[in-house]
């Protein structure tokens, strides 16, 4: 019975996860960044962005920004989640003037 129980709530916990927004941590957003975001431009950008962009907002820049270049649904999903996640003036973002 106790084994069962804890079956129950590791599915519960594992569904839990996985319908949420997707998980990120600052050294991959970092790394996703760099290798996608600032073959084109400088990263001030992104950090312009944090003062004015909601959910949506991102979601529509990242679309385009997809559309100048060959950025996968994973790297939109994934840059989308860092940025949404972030708050204005984040210093992996924002270099110190
Ligand atoms: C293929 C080149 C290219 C790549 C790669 C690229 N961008 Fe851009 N980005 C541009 C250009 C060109 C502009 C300016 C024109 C515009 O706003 O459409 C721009 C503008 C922006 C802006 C300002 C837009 C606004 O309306 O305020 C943001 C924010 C931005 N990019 C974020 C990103 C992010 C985040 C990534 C990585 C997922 C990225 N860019 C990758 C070319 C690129």
Same mark, same amino acid.
């Given at each position: 019975m106790k084994n069962f129980l804890f079956f #129950?709530?590791?599915?519960?916990l594992l569904s839990g996860a996985t319908a949420g927004?997707?998980?990120v941590n600052k050294g991959m957003c970092g790394s996703y960044f760099n290798?996608?975001?600032?073959?084109?431009?400088? #990263?001030d950008r992104l950090c312009e962005?944090?003062?004015k962009n909601d959910n949506k907002k991102w979601r529509d820049i990242i679309t385009k920004m997809a559309e100048?270049?060959?950025l996968d649904q994973d790297i939109q999903d994934t840059t989308h989640a860092c940025l949404t996640g972030m708050q204005a003036g984040?210093?992996?973002v924002c270099k110190k003037k």
């Open positions: #129950i709530s590791v599915l519960f927004a997707k998980e290798m996608f975001c600032t073959r084109c431009h400088v #990263i962005g944090l003062k100048y270049d060959d984040d210093p992996l």
